[in-house]
């Protein structure tokens, strides 16, 4: 029977095979890592991407996750359809678009499937009640899930911290209601930023605050920020309408956000040959 015979040196570039290893796993003390447990490092996507489309083809990343692929794409000018069913996964990319190349939602970039009113947001909570609040928690810049939300119930939904002072990180606890709330949900999470010694606690909630619960959030006090002098109410409330609409919580401006991890920032992209295809 006829057969070919390739010797190495008859044809320029390497065989192709699967055997990855020149690129490293991320490790606990790597540059680019999240935190997200199935993170891939981003030299892998790209020698894929590179070794199988052009620039301006389109990459299909059907189970994005944190978005390796899609920071991939964007780097190696690709377009590119990420889709995964977590909010938190989502959160995670829109972080890593800003943070890498200053991309943001609605401008440069569109989000499909996520609550944009406040009856989407109801109709999320009515049917899976954790992914509304890691869809909550992503209204909140950099803040992040509080763990992994099993076990027994610490009164804690999300966390970030924020550094106004070098040598003292602070501590901002968060915690999300879906159904009926009343002042003794407020008293309750008054106890957990004791407990918790946060500086700040933000309680956000789907129905309208009674007039208690907001009494009971101001006798918290404020905290005072060491630059500027700030006077920033400890216990805020706020609803999931007024956070749709850009209302934010009250945290201090020139503070460094440390929630998320900071994806770092693509300086340059470079152009590659074309692949005949």
Same mark, same amino acid.
């Given at each position: ?108 970039? $569109?989000?499909? !499937? %996520? ?5 989407? #947001?109801?109709? +999320?909570?009515?049917?899976? &009640?954790? /992914? ?110 007024? $956070?749709?609409? !850009? %209302? ?5 401006? #020139?503070?460094? +956000?440390?929630?998320?991890? &900071?994806? /770092? ?13």
């Amino acid at each position: 029977m006829p057969r070919y015979k390739r010797y190495l040196d008859m044809n320029p570039g390497n065989l192709i095979q699967d055997v990855i290893t020149d690129i490293n796993p991320i490790s606990s003390q790597a540059r680019e890592r999240l935190g997200y447990p199935t993170q891939k490092p981003i030299a892998l996507l790209e020698r894929i991407i590179l070794a199988s489309s052009n620039e301006g083809d389109v990459v299909l990343d059907p189970f994005c996750g944190c978005g390796t692929a899609i920071v991939a794409a964007q780097k190696l000018k690709r377009h590119w359809v990420g889709i995964d069913i977590t909010h938190l996964a989502i959160a995670l990319i829109k972080y890593r678009l800003a943070d890498m190349f200053d991309l943001r939602e609605g401008k440069d970039y $569109l989000v499909v !499937g %996520e609550p944009t009113t406040v009856e989407d #947001a109801r109709a +999320l909570a009515h049917h899976d &009640r954790d /992914e509304f609040q890691r869809w909550a928690i992503g209204l909140i810049p950099r803040a992040r899930p509080y763990q992994d939300k099993k076990g027994a119930d610490t009164g804690i939904d999300g966390v970030l911290f924020f550094k106004d002072d070098p040598d003292d990180p602070k501590k901002v606890v968060i915690q999300v209601k879906s159904g009926h709330v009343g002042v003794k949900d407020i008293r309750d999470f008054r106890g957990v930023m004791e407990r918790e010694k946060a500086t700040l606690g933000l309680f956000v909630t789907l129905d309208e605050p009674t007039r208690a619960m907001q009494t009971e959030a101001e006798s918290v006090g404020f905290y005072v920020t060491p630059l500027g002098k700030l006077h920033l109410p400890r216990l805020q409330i706020r609803t999931v309408e007024q $956070l749709l609409r !850009g %209302e934010g919580f009250q945290i201090p401006g #020139a503070a460094m +956000l440390m929630g998320v991890s &900071r994806a /770092e920032r693509v300086q340059e992209q470079f152009r590659q040959g074309e692949l005949e295809m």
